[in-house]
């Protein structure tokens, strides 16, 4: 039986990745931060499954990560640990340095040290590209440009992740991932404030969704196929570095009006920059506004990836439309307020 050890179980892609390696067989065993409230919702329905384990652990403790490994002796490490958000990482930079940057390397380090080498899977992202549009479509080839503390802390865990495996022979692999959303996505990111709103506004228990900058182009897919490409990563012969990209990028205003259509409202745009707002054509209700905190101090305007290396080298490719992904995540939002567990 292989064994797995994922960091940042609890989050969105972690608790996909641990559904998806225990139905593989394998033997899961996860770090979990203390917390003054719980923080396992995503994860409370495979808590009693005899094969996964949790342990307390953190990021930023070296001697969690050593004592843990060389107990566990895991045959596959999956780094997705973070502080993930691109706008916090402002406010807290050098926290998010610590935890996606040193954590990385504290990881590595550890991998190092021990007798058997676990594969390594590093959770890059697309916010390496910074999204300058020249360049756009992103591929493996594309220079990295970070436009956020985020995305520099995450360029140097990308950098040691490949530094570890020239150096030390390590199997690992970066996943170049773009966005990545679900029902189960944290609810301060857009798809997930835009989704649930629309729902509430729908169901008369909200009035106002406010936004920040509408006119970012993202490449948006659907988390649970995306964390299927980490696994194969980790089964090929030689270690690489991949991009995981839908191949479509759409903005964030589009995004909205598609929120919105699939619940039979349709939005009208009036007026500009941070006095614009989306109007519901059928009420004249106003359903947008743009709030200027959630502007960024840099923004990142476009990501477009280009998966065709993943696709001929992997085999993988996306199999939910952005439409689909949309319906998933508005039909949970209409039946429960906060993540409940159950997608089915
Ligand atoms: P989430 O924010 O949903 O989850 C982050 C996880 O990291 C949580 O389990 C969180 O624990 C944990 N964590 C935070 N700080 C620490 C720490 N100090 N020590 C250990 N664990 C910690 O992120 P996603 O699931 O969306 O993303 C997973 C990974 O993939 C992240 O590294 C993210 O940066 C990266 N990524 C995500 C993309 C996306 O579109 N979703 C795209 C590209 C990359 P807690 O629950 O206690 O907060
Ligand atoms: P991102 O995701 O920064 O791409 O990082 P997010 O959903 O936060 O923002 C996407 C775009 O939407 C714009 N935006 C808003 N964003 C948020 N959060 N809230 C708003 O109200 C709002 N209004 C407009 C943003 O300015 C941005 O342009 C995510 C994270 O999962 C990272 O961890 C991951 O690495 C990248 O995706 C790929």
Not at 29 to 52: G, K, L, N, W, Y
Not at 157 to 174: F, I, K, P, Q
Not at 288 to 312: H, Q, S
């Amino acid at each position: 039986m292989k064994k797995a050890f994922i960091t940042g179980v609890t989050g969105q892609d972690g608790s996909y990745l641990a559904e998806f390696l225990l139905e593989k067989g394998y033997e899961v065993h996860a770090i979990v931060r203390r917390s003054s409230v719980f923080t396992t919702q995503r994860i409370d329905h495979i808590m009693e499954h005899p094969q996964f384990n949790t342990y307390h652990g953190d990021l930023s403790d070296s001697s969690n990560l050593h004592t843990l490994l060389a107990k566990i002796q895991p045959d596959e490490i999956y780094n997705l640990g973070a502080q993930s958000h691109v706008a916090v990482s402002f406010e807290v930079p050098e926290y998010t340095a610590e935890v996606d940057a040193v954590g990385t390397i504290r990881l590595l380090d550890a991998i190092k040290d021990l007798g058997q080498k676990p594969r390594f899977y590093q959770a890059s992202t697309s916010e390496l590209f910074g999204g300058i549009p020249e360049t756009a479509p992103q591929s493996e080839l594309t220079p990295f440009y970070p436009k956020s503390p985020y995305g520099a802390a995450k360029l140097y865990a990308y950098w040691v992740t490949v530094n570890y495996r020239e150096s030390y022979d390590l199997y690992a692999c970066n996943g170049i991932l773009f966005n990545h959303e679900s029902p189960r996505r944290g609810e301060t990111f857009v798809t997930k404030k835009i989704t649930k709103a629309a729902a509430r506004i729908s169901q008369g228990k909200q009035k106002v969704l406010k936004l920040g900058n509408l006119d970012a182009k993202r490449d948006w897919g659907y988390a649970k196929d995306y964390v299927e490409c980490m696994w194969l990563m980790l089964q090929q012969d030689q270690p690489d570095d991949y991009v995981i990209a839908s191949g479509e990028t759409y903005t964030v205003r589009q995004f909205v009006e598609w929120a919105f259509e699939s619940l039979d409202i349709q939005i009208r745009w009036e007026g500009h920059g941070v006095n614009e707002i989306g109007v519901n054509t059928k009420t004249n209700e106003v359903c947008v506004e743009i709030d200027p905190k959630y502007f960024r101090p840099a923004e990142v305007d476009l990501l477009w990836g280009n998966p065709a290396k993943a696709k001929e080298k992997l085999g993988w490719e996306p199999k939910t439309s952005i439409k689909e992904l949309i319906d998933i995540m508005v039909k949970y939002d209409l039946k429960y307020d906060t993540y409940g567990g159950s997608e089915e």
